[in-house]
């Protein structure tokens, strides 16, 4: 396995459900991100994760909480959504501290809130 | 991190090479130029970045201008695989591991980007 997957790659979910995203990343790296992108929208960064503590949160509702449990792993725990927060959910990883590092991104989940 | 602007579409004939501008103007000394690009559907791929100088790997062609206001990203032999929405994007080129508040951990801010379609 390389580079970051993501679980589910397809999810359709109604409002009351609760239901979680997984990402892995298999490239050592030591931060991890959560965006969201609508149609049409660009990406919007949700959440980071730098060395498994939370570093930043953009004002995302709390119907979406994160959790990274190790340096390779970061879930998207999702509860009572609403048909808006349909969108493609995608996660990335980036080794922070060196010069010109870059993000690489995940597959993403297409999420579907009926 | 600095403002990018790009053409909203583009369109390039298969085989040929395609060019996407995009301009920055505003960047600073200490960022870099990123493109990536994004098939339907799928994740940003990571495509190239350079500072000040032209970079060139297996996938693309970076050419910066001297005054670093602008770039050029090239695709020398387009292929109908290559259609999708690239994006440029600046950032710092030093990043360093920050507790919550922090603000240099990485962040890639996307814009429109450009459409590029290749067609036969």
């Known amino acids: 396995e390389t580079g970051v997957t993501q679980t589910p790659r397809h999810l359709v979910m109604g409002m009351t459900n609760k239901k979680s995203l997984k990402c892995e990343q298999h490239l050592g790296h030591n931060a991890m991100y959560w965006y969201k992108q609508s149609a049409k929208k660009p990406l919007e960064l949700m959440f980071v994760y730098s060395l498994e503590e939370r570093v930043e949160n953009n004002s995302v509702p709390s119907r979406f909480s994160p959790e990274c449990p190790n340096s390779s792993h970061l879930f998207l725990h999702l509860h009572t959504l609403q048909p808006e927060d349909s969108a493609l959910y995608l996660c990335?990883?980036?080794?922070?501290?060196?010069?010109?590092?870059?993000?690489?991104f995940g597959p993403g989940t297409r999420l579907l809130v009926l | 991190d600095a403002k990018t602007t790009q053409p909203t579409s583009m369109d390039c004939a298969e085989g040929r090479a395609a060019n996407l501008p995009c301009n920055h103007s505003t960047i600073s000394g200490n960022e870099y130029v990123y493109w990536y690009r994004q098939i339907h559907s799928q994740g940003p791929q990571y495509i190239i970045h350079?500072?000040?100088n032209n970079e060139t790997n297996e996938m693309a062609s970076l050419i910066i201008t001297e005054d670093r206001k602008s770039s050029t990203l090239i695709l020398p032999h387009a292929t109908l695989r290559d259609t999708a929405v690239y994006y440029c994007i600046v950032r710092v080129y030093f990043t360093t591991i920050f507790t919550a508040g922090g603000t240099s951990y990485g962040k890639l801010t996307f814009g429109q980007g450009t459409i590029l379609t290749v067609h036969p």
């Open positions: 990335a990883s980036s080794q922070e501290g060196r010069v010109g590092e870059t993000q690489y």
């Open positions: 350079g500072l000040k």
